[in-house]
């Protein structure tokens, strides 16, 4: 069977190191319903999914990729979804419960986890190959590399770093090295504020970092006893989920 070309436009890297693929699918939960696979390439994964005896969908945007998916692995056939994940209706195409993975592509990798943040109560855990960079980001919890995806994943998710990948794995080897991290779905319902402020809360302190939240957050009307806290004369990098919440809250008692 002939290999895949991979495309550039679609960031596509294709891991070639069977003992890492193994690795990657065994960090999947055994009591997960149902697992969709993102970018499965020419199912270097897929393959030791299949074998976990769990219903599994896969989704391809590559033409090539699915053609040939098709012929390895034609007990899924009717399992494929050939589009694009970020344009998907999860709600009404996918499980209502299901663990998603994937060796996902650099370019659209954090545009993928804000779709999981947004359909957070379908996805009950994340298996993700990233950019190391971002990887790192996405579950530190202290310093400099804290960003928007740390906070808004990690106010649903506990998360986890699970190892780094080097770059000679790949067909064609990118320029940097990949981390898989684990994310799963917390207990956590919902949070105890106005969840559309806090997201924008959170964006809007990130996207002015080097300022401290009360010059960073100047647009926003914040309670005067907030206001004059200790709280506020931090950056963005140095709250935690609580903190933003609690930000999130006074924002909302003040416009009452």
């Known amino acids: ?96 419960s299901f663990s998603l993975i994937g060796n996902f592509p650099y370019n659209i990798s954090s545009q993928i986890l804000f779709k999981v943040f947004e359909n957070k109560n379908q996805v009950k855990e994340v298996i993700g190959m990233f950019q190391k960079e971002v990887a790192e980001r996405i579950i530190t919890k202290k310093g400099k590399k804290k960003g928007i995806l740390s906070i808004l994943m990690q106010a649903f998710f506990d998360v986890e770093y699970c190892f780094t990948v080097d770059e000679n794995v790949f067909n064609p080897p990118p320029k940097i090295k990949s981390g898989v991290i684990k994310l799963v779905r917390n207990k956590r319902l919902n949070i105890e504020c106005s969840e559309n402020l806090f997201i924008n809360i959170v964006k809007t302190s990130f996207n002015q970092r080097r300022k401290t939240l009360r010059n960073a957050l100047k647009s926003f009307s914040l309670e005067s006893k907030l206001a004059n806290t200790v709280l506020l004369k931090k950056r963005a990098e140095e709250l935690s989920v609580e903190d933003f919440i609690k930000i999130t809250l006074a924002c909302q008692k003040e416009k009452k």
Do not use: C, W
């Open 1 to 96: 069977m002939r290999s895949v070309h991979a495309k550039k436009h679609l960031g596509q890297h294709f891991l070639t190191d069977k003992n890492i693929a193994k690795k990657i699918t065994d960090l999947i939960n055994n009591d997960s319903k149902h697992i969709v696979e993102i970018g499965p390439g020419m199912g270097v994964l897929t393959k030791n999914l299949i074998q976990k005896n769990i219903p599994i969908t896969i989704i391809e945007i590559d033409s090539e990729s699915v053609n040939y998916l098709k012929n390895r692995f034609p007990k899924l056939n009717q399992n494929l979804i050939e589009d694009d994940f970020l344009k998907i209706n999860i709600k009404k195409n996918l499980p209502s």
